[in-house]
């Protein structure tokens, strides 16, 4: 839920051979010295909040600004552009505490569980809408055509391991099945809320050598990724291929 967009000069995330770094979310802070701070923003179902965490003398961490906004009708959760208008205006708020920001070391994100949308390749430009949390493939039966949603619980039962949380009907494995369903994937890449928004300060002026973005395990495991081998099981390749 959380991918950090870091300025410690980790390792390389676009290999192709592992397009997805995993770490434990307290690897980098080893780092960071006194002084040094980094920026949260949590994306919840309510509204957004950030906060912006300085390192003390004893180690310890403090917050030293925090600001937060409610979705609304400017503003709307399930909105990936707003998202980042929501991300800017909680910037905008910081400004004049300069002082601050020029010690920020590192940026995290956290998104709700299992949302995400599909964005072309190269661009980052939004190509299917973002299906929320909450989106329920097994729902969808008035808005997609029912052979849709079976197929795609019918590839769940057969590929997905009993009691695999990839199983979920509101899981990103089934949000990714049935796009595929409706109409084939071409240059398109699934990204997490949360790795959407670290993407796109990214691409705004952050994708200079030494920064790179971390997934964490919860959002990839509801994709089905094993986080004990560190790799996607061969059950997932042989759903994808079918």
């Not at 796009?179 to 890449?189: H, M």
Request: charged fraction near 30%; charge should be negative.
């Amino acid at each position: 839920m959380y991918p950090m967009i870091d300025k410690a000069g980790a390792e390389d995330s676009t290999n192709d051979d592992n397009p997805t770094k995993v770490v434990a979310s307290d690897d980098w802070d080893e780092n960071l010295e006194s002084g040094d701070c980094f920026i949260g923003f949590d994306l919840g179902t309510s509204g957004a909040r950030m906060s912006i965490v300085e390192k003390n003398a004893f180690g310890q961490f403090d917050e030293v600004v925090t600001e937060a906004l409610t979705w609304d009708n400017t503003l709307q959760y399930d909105n990936a552009n707003d998202w980042r208008k929501a991300i800017d205006t909680l910037l905008l708020r910081a400004k004049g505490k300069e002082e601050v920001m020029d010690r920020v070391k590192a940026i995290c994100v956290s998104g709700t569980s299992a949302t995400c949308l599909l964005v072309k390749r190269n661009s980052l430009e939004v190509s299917r809408k973002a299906r929320m949390y909450n989106f329920d493939v097994k729902a969808e039966q008035s808005s997609s055509s029912t052979t849709a949603v079976d197929n795609v619980m019918k590839l769940i039962d057969k590929y997905v391991p009993e009691k695999h949380t990839a199983r979920a009907t509101t899981g990103t494995l089934a949000k990714l099945l049935l796009w595929s369903e409706e109409q084939s994937l071409e240059d398109e890449v699934l990204c997490h809320q949360s790795d959407y928004v670290s993407l796109s300060l990214m691409y705004e002026g952050l994708n200079n050598d030494g920064i790179t973005t971390h997934c964490d395990f919860h959002n990839i495991l509801k994709l089905g990724y094993d986080v004990r081998a560190l790799e996607y099981p061969s059950w997932m390749m042989e759903l994808l291929e079918e």
